[in-house]
C-alpha cells in the first residue's frame, strides 16, 4: 500500500488545516488507518485512528480540536485540526493496517507548522 499525505502547511496559531492520505489500494482492503504526528526532536505520536466500522478513537489531549475520517469510495483518510497551537508543529503521517497484513504502511508526511 503506498500512501500520500497533503494539506499541510503554515498557519497562525488558532487556525485550522486539514490533512488527506490517498490510498494506493482500495480502503475496502484496509482495517484501521490512522494519523500520527511527530515534532522535531520527539517519537511518533498518534493523533487519531478510524477502522473499518468507523469506530474513531483520539488522544485525551486532541479530543474536540481533531476528527478524523475515511472516504472509502475515494480511498481518503483525512484529518481536520483545529484550534492549532504552536505545539501542534509537526510532520503527519497517514498509517495503514490492512486486513490480513502484520505490517503497518506510512506515507511520506506533510509537514504543518502553527506560528504563535
Known amino acids: 500500500v503506498q500512501l500520500e499525505e497533503s494539506g499541510g502547511g503554515l498557519v497562525q496559531a488558532g487556525g485550522s488545516l486539514r490533512l488527506s492520505c490517498t490510498a494506493s489500494?482500495?480502503?475496502?482492503?484496509?482495517?484501521?488507518m490512522a494519523w500520527y504526528r511527530q515534532a522535531p526532536g520527539k517519537g511518533r505520536e498518534v493523533d487519531g485512528r478510524i477502522s473499518a466500522g468507523e469506530t474513531i478513537t483520539y488522544p485525551d489531549s486532541e479530543k474536540g480540536r481533531f476528527t478524523i475520517s475515511r472516504d472509502d469510495a475515494e480511498n481518503r483518510l483525512y484529518l481536520d485540526m483545529n484550534s492549532l497551537k504552536p505545539d501542534d508543529t509537526a510532520v503527519y503521517y497517514c498509517d495503514a493496517s490492512p486486513y490480513g497484513d502484520h505490517e503497518d504502511y506510512w506515507g511520506q508526511g506533510t509537514p504543518g507548522t502553527v506560528a504563535s
Open positions: 489500494e482500495s480502503f475496502f482492503s484496509i482495517n484501521v
